[in-house]
């Protein structure tokens, strides 16, 4: 079992540019979440889904920020003309299905926008 | 609104000492609750989880955690601590038992 995997680990975009960030769930995983990292917000819920269906993505900002999870073995999120502020941790996890069930966290992806 | 508190940032303690981090839920009704452990340049790591039942709940690497309504409080213990110990814990809660809402963490440093 190789864990949830995420791709790439580290991504460096200038102001403008687009980024996009990759999530391999772990197999046999429904339930698919994306949290962002930063020192001053600490973690924070981004979105997610389940059986690739969107539940929630109340924490995922209005503009310029998407995800999507086209199959059950991966999801990506998508910035559109990164900002300064957005450079973070992005970070991936899975679950079993129900509530209940541990989710289980990628190493990340640590964007640096410049 | 759902919420954690972590009151202390920083906490340090000497290798085998007893440890206690705090945390602070605010959720209507009761929640599940967890805690997690960020290593060095790791990934977040479960200790324990609490659902509704036995208030005392144990985890991996002999870590424990105590749910009490009446204070809103998820304090995560350890009889002794290791200098593998040093690390951020977070506490989280999960509001509609779906997505994890943590608190800012507290950054444990061992003394030798």
């Known amino acids: 079992n190789a864990g949830v995997i995420q791709t790439p680990r580290h991504k460096v975009t200038g102001k403008g540019q687009e980024a996009t960030l990759w999530c391999e769930p772990i197999s046999g995983h429904s339930a698919v979440f994306w949290y962002r990292q930063t020192i001053v917000q600490g973690l924070e819920f981004l979105t997610y889904?389940?059986?690739?269906?969107?539940?929630?993505d109340s924490g995922m900002p209005k503009e310029r920020f998407s995800a999507q999870m086209p199959n059950q073995s991966h999801s990506t999120l998508k910035i559109q003309s990164t900002q300064p502020q957005d450079s973070a941790v992005y970070l991936c996890?899975?679950?079993?299905?129900?509530?209940?069930?541990?989710?289980?966290f990628g190493p990340g992806t640590r964007l640096l926008v410049l | 609104a759902q919420s954690v508190t972590q009151p202390d940032a920083r906490v340090t303690v000497s290798e085998g000492a007893s440890l206690q981090l705090r945390c602070k839920y605010s959720y209507f009704g009761t929640p599940y609750l967890f805690w997690y452990v960020q290593y060095p340049r790791q990934g977040l790591q479960l200790l324990l989880k609490y659902y509704p039942g036995d208030p005392v709940v144990q985890g991996v690497n002999g870590f424990e955690a105590e749910f009490s309504k009446s204070n809103s409080s998820f304090h995560l213990r350890k009889a002794s601590v290791h200098w593998s110990d040093w690390a951020v814990y977070f506490c989280?809660?999960?509001?509609?038992?779906?997505?994890?809402?943590f608190g800012q963490g507290t950054k444990l440093s061992i003394k030798p």
């Open positions: 889904f389940r059986n690739q269906a969107p539940i929630d």
């Open positions: 989280a809660v999960s509001p509609n038992q779906g997505k994890l809402i």
């Open positions: 996890a899975s679950s079993l299905d129900t509530p209940k069930d541990t989710q289980y």
